[in-house]
């Protein structure tokens, strides 16, 4: 699958962690389902291990070995990319095994020997910009990448921390990553998150995603970041803030229709 400004946009979407193999395996038939009817093109998102969690009570997940193995599951028998988050050094060179993108949290992102260590696989590398950074610092990062020979990169923004427990996000830094040349993504769920607004956990408020995710792509985001479940309720991660699976397809309708009349408007733009 090809990604990229000149592209067509895509979604990388599924649940929050890995809760089993059977759930896994259940959403990701789902979202594939719905990206072919509607011919979006989809990356399958979960992790294997969630090692920022606000309390050390939190689910995690199930670790990094039975989690690739699901993913790869996904990857073989559905045939969809896969992407995860990689936490240290020492996971990449086993993920990179499985993981069609590797992904560098938020909190990870200017962790120099983690970003090296990704890239190094040549496998493309979707860095979030941390909460704590503006859009300008993401060019150090696309350094850090390029000096391994590594072209493969994304760059995602998913809102910036404003006082205690609350994010923000700013579109100019659609604009101003793009500006770097590589693909940027919005991170449309974890954009509406509290950061330990709950006490023991994150809070969030789902009903913005889609404002959000529809601002996004007018202003020029490739691609959209969104975590997915089939009840919310019951998740094990960041349930306040996942999308439930029955409300994807008239908000991919209307995502898809804002991306076409905006590569349009930039085709023209460009061509005078």
């Excluded at 038939?29 to 998102?45: A, G, T, V, W, Y």
């Excluded at 962790?111 to 300008?136: C, E, R, W, Y």
């Excluded at 449309?188 to 792509?217: E, F, I, N, W």
Aim: charged share 25%.
């Amino acid at each position: 699958m090809e990604v990229g400004q000149d592209e067509d946009l895509f979604i990388i979407a599924g649940p929050c962690v890995i809760e089993s193999r059977a759930s896994t395996l259940r959403h990701a038939r789902k979202l594939k389902s719905l990206s072919e009817s509607m011919d979006i093109p989809l990356i399958f998102k979960s992790s294997y291990d969630k090692a920022n969690r606000t309390s050390l009570g939190s689910f995690r997940g199930p670790g990094i070995d039975e989690g690739l193995e699901i993913l790869r599951a996904v990857k073989e028998e559905l045939g969809l990319p896969v992407l995860s988050d990689v936490h240290a050094v020492t996971e990449v060179e086993k993920a990179a095994h499985v993981l069609d993108v590797l992904q560098i949290p938020a909190f990870l992102s200017r962790q120099t020997d983690l970003i090296l260590a990704a890239a190094k696989t040549q496998k493309p590398v979707n860095v979030k910009k941390g909460q704590f950074m503006s859009p300008h610092e993401m060019g150090h990062v696309v350094e850090k990448i390029r000096s391994t020979g590594n072209e493969n990169i994304l760059l995602t923004e998913r809102g910036f921390s404003f006082g205690y427990n609350t994010l923000v996000s700013d579109f100019r830094s659609i604009v101003i990553m793009k500006e770097l040349g590589y693909p940027v993504v919005f991170d449309a769920t974890h954009s509406v998150q509290s950061p330990g607004g709950m006490g023991h956990a994150s809070g969030g408020d789902r009903r913005y995603v889609p404002a959000l995710a529809k601002a996004a792509v007018a202003a020029g985001a490739d691609g959209l970041f969104m975590e997915v479940h089939e009840n919310p309720a019951v998740a094990k991660s960041d349930g306040p803030t996942m999308v439930p699976l029955e409300e994807l397809e008239p908000l991919w309708a209307s995502i898809k229709k804002i991306a076409e009349v905006t590569r349009d408007a930039e085709r023209i733009s460009t061509s005078r």
